[in-house]
């Protein structure tokens, strides 16, 4: 069905560029903007759709009949232009090419599958932990901890070799920066890229691999018939594009806002049980991935506009996640608030699928972190570090107190 | 401040997904009918794939399970076929005889235990009713551009549903009454093992053994089948309230049918952290210490509801007066 086009009127229109310096050292003035600007908002400069409300957010990540993934959920548009490397078959698919790879992956990553790595976890935080200080009570915690501990347990976890680990966290960042605009943080990555593909790309080998891990599990499934032997590959490459970059910012996030709500780390410390709220509410109000983009499928009505058939829409998660209309306080920070649908892993047939290894991830170094430390202050100014897609810290001083 | 439209995030009102309504009931065979299911509310069901099967929730409080033949891209209607079984313990009698439009029943899922994996090409083979699964099936390799093939047996023509709906596929489709054609030539149609072919049947029993045995010579998982006969029923589902213990702290609150577990615990300022309230994502699992729960998620397997021991309070519910929860 084609709906008539409505008024240009009710199309506010903005040449703000959501993937420019300004806004990704501090992105939520302009978050403010859109969502107050009504249901969807014109983006001028890229000439795309943007919708930031909760509302609109959550309804377009679950409608993924009407918002296509498969034609690329960064700003190129895969029905024209050639993708960067071979689609996801999870992120840029739809069903139904996306149902066998991600019944797989959901099963390798299911909370229950995990349960045989939460000891393990728990252990090696503690560790890490007492490592660092053992080194000292001042340091930067984004080397120190937010990298540390999931370099240190995700890529054993995939069932990765020992060398060349180095290379994912630049990889990771300049697959997220690949779904902006081809901007100067686009640039900054090209150079190393075919390097980097083609490390990953022998990571994601059968005979690379460790004969127990999610990498294994997902040959394993291959062998069983559930995906074919091409796609086995590409669904490992998935968990090395997307489960390295996001963790690591999402414990920034945590990090930073304990550092800078102490009575909130209080709370935690008195009741290491807050740990799983934490990470998640720590998640709406930071969303380490900001955007995502999805494809009209049909002209799509959203409030009083209509967007086009084959459209882009760039959905700012990190806006909904703050829209006042959905969350009371958004912009506080608050272990006593129920973050329950924040869409920081998105929502529907394309949630984060290693949501719950991220939890597990946060929980360990969290209920480890309590036990210690008596109180975590910024030592120095934080710094953030720039990516299309993340929002993320490159450095933060801290300064800890030890119980 | 500005004045908020909704000012309490973790009172949301529920998507409730753990009933639909009967929006259509129609008479598509002999002994055959199509339920068309909606939710309550006109929102989106939950997604499902292919093979997938719903629990649905009867009058005598047991649950049935049906395979959903609709188009998983209408996001707002499931399509099941019911056939009437005389010696069925009344699940399919009370669907034909007493179920009406605007009726509602309990749901459970979607859950797939008979997915479809990627081949260059398949056979699907239905016996009578066992063709639904096959439906959605036949729909994905057709959008996959895969070889495919149907053979579909039943006792007479006019007891074999869906057939117009087949007749689109042309000579893809091997439409074979009994009373017109005799016994399904399973060997002829199965052919010798071909790599990157799969076969699919879904049928009665006799039919499912014949298949084992025209398929002997494949490798055993290119085989798929689901039996298409009552399963194992759980015991009656409550239709009335229960209550949920609280283990760490004592406290018990009590869930009235309509609210979700999740939406009593939060009322009573227990959140339990969520995220997709449908049974799919995983983010509310709760263990479960005493009491049996009624598993409406999408997520565990027969044997890990057959346990017990967890469930998802944002859709499950309880069978027994009381559930203990590790809360
Ligand atoms: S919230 Fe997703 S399973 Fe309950």
């Given at each position: 069905m084609t709906l008539a086009p409505s008024p240009a009127t009710d199309l506010p229109v903005s040449d703000a560029d959501p993937f420019g310096h300004e806004v990704l050292e501090d992105p939520l003035p302009l978050h403010h903007q859109l969502r107050e600007a009504g249901p969807v908002v014109y983006l001028s400069r890229y000439d795309v759709h943007a919708l930031s409300r909760y509302e609109q957010v959550q309804a377009a990540l679950v409608d993924w009949q009407q918002f296509q993934s498969a034609a690329g959920v960064g700003l190129s548009n895969f029905r024209t232009e050639e993708p960067w490397r071979p689609p996801s078959l999870l992120l840029e698919a739809d069903p139904p090419r996306h149902d066998a790879p991600r019944r797989v992956l959901t099963a390798v990553l299911g909370p229950r599958a995990l349960r045989r790595l939460r000891d393990r976890w728990a252990a090696d935080a503690e560790q890490l932990v007492d490592e660092v200080l053992a080194a000292g009570t001042e340091f930067d915690a984004v080397p120190a901890l937010a990298q540390a501990f999931p370099l240190r347990v995700f890529p054993d976890a995939v069932g990765l070799?020992?060398?060349?680990?180095?290379n994912l966290l630049p990889y990771g960042d300049h697959a997220f920066n690949a779904f902006g605009p081809a901007n100067d943080l686009v640039a900054k990555g090209t150079p190393r890229v075919a390097e980097l593909s083609g490390w990953v790309g022998e990571q994601c080998a059968r005979a690379a691999l460790s004969e127990d891990g999610f990498g294994a599990a997902i040959w394993a499934a291959a062998d069983r018939g559930e995906i074919t032997p091409q796609q086995a590959p590409l669904v490992v490459r998935s968990l090395l594009t997307a489960g390295v970059d996001t963790t690591v910012h999402a414990l920034s996030a945590i990090l930073h806002a304990f550092a800078t709500h102490p009575d909130q780390w209080a709370r935690l410390v008195a009741d290491p049980s807050l740990a799983r709220v934490a990470f998640d509410e720590a998640i709406r109000w930071e969303?380490?991935?900001q955007t995502f983009f999805r494809t009209t499928t049909a002209d799509v009505r959203i409030g009083g506009v209509v967007v086009p058939e084959g459209r882009k829409v760039l959905l700012f998660l990190a806006a909904a996640n703050r829209d006042p209309r959905r969350w009371t306080d958004p912009d506080t920070f608050d272990l006593g608030r129920d973050p329950s649908g924040h869409v920081g892993f998105g929502m529907g047939l394309h949630q984060c699928v290693g949501q719950h290894v991220a939890r597990l991830e946060a929980e360990a170094v969290l209920t480890a972190l309590s036990r210690r430390v008596r109180t975590i202050a910024l030592a120095g100014p934080a710094q953030r570090h720039h990516n299309n897609t993340l929002r993320a810290w490159h450095s933060m001083p801290v300064r800890l107190t030890v119980r | 401040m500005p004045q908020v439209?909704?000012?309490?995030?973790?009172?949301?009102?529920?998507?409730?997904?753990t009933v639909v309504q009967v929006a259509e009931k129609v008479r598509v065979a002999d002994g055959v009918v199509t339920l068309t299911l909606t939710a309550p509310d006109g929102g989106r069901l939950p997604d499902w794939t292919p093979g997938a099967h719903v629990d649905l929730t009867l009058g005598d409080g047991l649950s049935r399970q049906y395979s959903l033949c609709g188009d998983r891209w209408d996001a707002h209607s499931y399509r099941v076929g019911v056939l009437l079984e005389p010696a069925s313990r009344g699940g399919s009698r009370y669907v034909h005889e007493q179920l009406e439009p605007g009726h509602v029943v309990g749901l459970g899922g979607p859950r797939n235990h008979f997915p479809l994996v990627p081949a260059e090409s398949y056979l699907f083979v239905a016996g009578g009713i066992g063709i639904t699964p096959l439906l959605p099936m036949i729909v994905q390799a057709q959008l996959l551009g895969a070889d495919w093939r149907l053979l579909y047996g039943g006792r007479t023509r006019s007891s074999m549903a869906f057939l117009a709906e087949l007749s689109a596929y042309g000579d893809r489709v091997a439409v074979r009454p009994q009373d017109e054609s005799g016994l399904l030539d399973l060997a002829g149609f199965v052919g010798d093992p071909r790599p990157g072919t799969e076969v699919y049947s879904c049928g009665p029993a006799p039919l499912l053994t014949a298949m084992e045995a025209a398929c002997a010579a494949w490798p055993a998982r290119a085989l798929h089948t689901e039996r298409f006969a009552a399963a194992e029923q759980g015991p009656p589902v409550r239709t009335a309230a229960f209550d949920v213990q609280?283990?760490?702290?004592g406290r018990t609150v009590t869930v009235t049918p309509d609210v979700s577990v999740l939406e009593a615990l939060g009322a009573a300022g227990v959140d339990v952290l969520s995220s997709c309230r449908q049974g799919t994502c995983g983010t509310c699992e709760t263990t479960v210490l005493a009491g049996v729960p009624d598993h409406r998620d999408s997520l565990l397997s027969d044997d890990e509801r057959a346990a017990g021991d967890c469930m998802y309070p944002c859709v499950s519910r309880s069978c027994s007066d009381r559930l203990v929860l590790d809360l």
């Open positions: 070799g020992p060398d060349g680990r180095e969303s380490p991935v | 439209e909704q000012s309490n995030e973790t009172r949301r009102s529920a998507v409730d997904r609280l283990h760490r702290t």
